[in-house]
């Protein structure tokens, strides 16, 4: 889903960085700067990545958006959720304890 929305929306090519633990990317939706990241350290470790970026490009945490999988969901179909708990993903529960 973010490689397509990235290149749908002509952001630069996903590079590693290794300060982050992440691939970058970047590039601008509608007026704003967007920094798209891919984790590369364990999922249950991606607070990790989260949180240096957070700190290095001062991004308040209400401004993230994270893409994950969830096998409850049929292939294609997505949902947004803007509040609650982790649902039981390792992945999401290292991000919120970073943050």
């Known amino acids: 889903m973010l490689d397509q929305l ?3 929306e002509g952001f630069t090519t996903f590079l590693p960085q290794k300060k982050f633990q992440a691939e970058i990317s970047n590039g601008i939706v509608g007026k704003r700067q967007v920094i798209a990241a891919k984790p590369q350290t364990f999922m249950n470790r991606s607070g990790q990545s989260v949180q240096e970026l957070l700190h290095y490009y001062k991004i308040d945490p209400k401004d993230i958006l994270i893409f994950q999988d969830d096998i409850d969901l049929d292939a294609g179909r997505i949902r947004l959720k803007f509040n ?3 649902g039981g993903h390792n992945g999401i529960k290292d991000i919120v304890e970073k943050i």
Do not use: L, P, T, W
Request: overall charge negative; aromatic content about 0%; proline content about 0%.
């Open 6 to 8: 990235c290149e749908q």
């Open 84 to 86: 609650g708990s982790s």
